[in-house]
């Protein structure tokens, strides 16, 4: 194990973290890599397809069902999916505070927090303008 998945693994073995999902790397596709020491970090690389948004999402859903009930999930990622403004159906986990119109991939991201009971949290705070977009590309965001 060299560079930076030794610093990974080490982190991953100071923070006591189990499973780790990585988003958005150089690697490819969707699968696990191993690091070594016992760590093998789950990525989703930057080329994705429909069918590996699909593998992810069932991969999610299996991993939180096979936790106890008693554990608490946090899922701490940027999931490209905007989940807009709209929580009247949703407003047990969806707080209003989005912006814009939903897209099929927050539509993923509302169905996993219905689904599990979690909140999407992002959506709870309010915030400026400003903060409410992480990325923006050519005047879209």
Known sequence: MIGRGRDVAELMREKRVDALYVQETRWKGNKAKVLGDG????????NKQEEEKGHF????DGVIQ?????ERVIVGA???GHVGSENEVIGRVHGGRGIGERNPDGESVVDLAVSFDMAIVNTFFKKKRDHLI???SGGRC
């Open 39 to 46: 760590y093998k970090p789950n990525y989703s690389g930057a």
């Open 57 to 60: 999402w069932r991969d999610i």
């Open 66 to 70: 096979e936790l106890e009930e008693q």
């Open 78 to 80: 940027n999931l490209n």
């Open 134 to 136: 992480t990325y923006r």
